[in-house]
Every structure is written in C-alpha cells, then in structure tokens.
Nanobody, 126 residues
C-alpha cells in the first residue's frame, strides 16, 4: 500500500485548505483511512477518519464542525477539508490506512495503523 498526500500549505487564521491522500492497492475498498497530525514537541494525534466501506466518519473534538473527511472511491482518494483554521492547527498532517472497516475510531489507536504517507505541512498564522 502506498499513500501519497498533497494539499498542505500556509494560510492565515480563518482560512481553508484541502488535503488529499491517494491510496494504491486493493485494501482501500474496505479499510479505515484517517488523518493524524503532529506539531513540534507534541505527540501525534488523530484528527479524522473514514471507514471507506460504510462511509462512516469520525472526528476529534478539536476539529468537529470545522474539518470534513470525505472519499472518492473511483480515485481511491480521501480528502480532508479544513475550514476556519486556527494557529493551533499548525502541524505536519499524515494520512494513514488500516485494512479494517470496523472499529475505525474507538478500537484503533494511531500507532496501530501500518501504512502511512510522507506527511504534508500545514501552517496557520495569526
């Protein structure tokens, strides 16, 4: 499985960005895909996930109402639309995939994802 991310950049607070994660391999069709982020000196934290088979989505409390995760099954791609960005959203954002379609949030720790992208930097200035 290969994951290729794109879409990071620098924006001012209140702005928007959309991240993309293109996945290769057959595991996409029934998997848990998600975005995590890691700021300097902090632990990697989960942001949003989607079960690609059911379409169920999950969000961290810190991004609910501002971020939306979605999928394009024809392109094996997952997106993260980020609106109303805040300086505290500044981090390296990573796409990850686990070949499971259940327990995509509560039953799956960030460290349990076996496949990761290279990361894309998001910087939000005040």
């Amino acid at each position: 499985v290969q994951l290729v991310e794109s879409g990071g950049g620098s924006v001012q607070a209140g702005g928007s960005l959309r991240l993309s994660c293109a996945a290769s391999g057959d595991t996409y069709t029934s998997s848990c895909m998600g975005w995590s982020r890691q700021a300097p000196g902090k632990k990697r934290e989960r942001v949003a996930r989607i079960a690609t088979g059911s379409g169920n989505t999950y969000y961290a409390d810190s991004v609910k109402g501002r971020f939306t995760i979605s999928q394009d099954n024809a392109k094996n791609t997952v997106y993260l639309q980020m609106n109303s960005l805040k300086p505290e959203d500044t981090a390296m954002y990573y796409c990850a995939l686990a070949a499971r379609n259940e327990g995509c949030w509560a039953g799956l720790h960030t460290a349990d994802f076996p496949h990761w992208g290279q990361g894309t930097q998001v910087t939000v200035s005040s």
